[in-house]
């Protein structure tokens, strides 16, 4: 008698373990399921960009974003936004090009492309965004170091990309240019003031982006 209960009990033990793996296996599936809720952000390249150039600006958005990072498909080189005179591309019109696409399934949109940009209120700029449609590019050309007759250091580029493209990203979310020259979101007139501020919100950017976050609404 005392045997069999043993038995039974060995049993339950066994029955136990087997639901729990269960919850455990459903538990993780809800898990997977739950990263569809995320929001996703696309990288478009314009023109040709290098693989490791899109992969790293990739892992680095998702990380400092939270968020799921895809690679769209790659655009013609931007002829159609060519000044002629300034030998330079206006952003404001890639950024419409970019916004044609009517990409859905996207919270935040960022093209890269490597050629000068340019705004008409400013001789060349390192990207540019736009708030309300939340797409934004970014200019890998003065990020190089050859572009200043120096020579190349893929680190340094690496890591002016993810500033340049944190920047850009934090207007979309509706951040201004922070007065903190170590704050990514500061207006960089030179490629020192990228290399100085850094990849980083300073501490009031950081709450204006969690607040902003809190509030935004599904598109
Ligand atoms: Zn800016
Ligand atoms: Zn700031």
């Known amino acids: 008698m005392i045997s069999t209960q043993r038995y039974y009990c060995k049993k339950a033990i ?19 399921a739950n990263t569809d809720m995320m929001k996703i952000f696309c990288i478009i390249p314009i023109g040709h960009i290098d693989d490791k150039t899109l992969q790293h600006t990739q892992k680095e958005l998702e990380k400092r974003f939270n968020v799921i990072v895809e690679c769209g498909r790659q655009l013609e080189e931007p002829t159609y936004a060519y000044h002629k005179h300034k030998k ?8 419409k090009k970019i ?14 492309v490597d050629v000068d940009l340019y705004v008409p209120e400013r001789t060349f700029v390192f990207g540019g965004a736009d708030v309300k449609k939340k797409v934004s590019v970014i200019s890998l050309t003065r990020l190089k170091q050859k572009f200043y007759n120096l020579s190349d250091d893929s680190a340094l580029f690496n890591y002016r990309t993810i500033i340049e493209a944190v920047h850009e990203l934090g207007h979309t979310y509706g951040l201004y240019h922070c007065k903190n020259n170590k704050c990514v979101m500061f207006l960089s007139n030179t490629i020192n003031d990228t290399d100085h501020k850094g990849a980083d919100l300073c501490s009031k950017c950081k709450e204006i982006m969690e607040k902003k976050k809190d509030t935004l609404k599904p598109e």
């Open 99 to 112: 916004y044609k696409l009517k990409l859905t399934g996207y919270d935040r949109i960022l093209g890269i």
């Open 14 to 32: 066994l029955i136990t373990l087997i639901l729990l793996s269960a919850i455990n296996v459903f538990t993780k599936t809800n898990y997977a």
């Open 88 to 95: 330079q591309y206006n952003s404001t019109t890639i950024l």
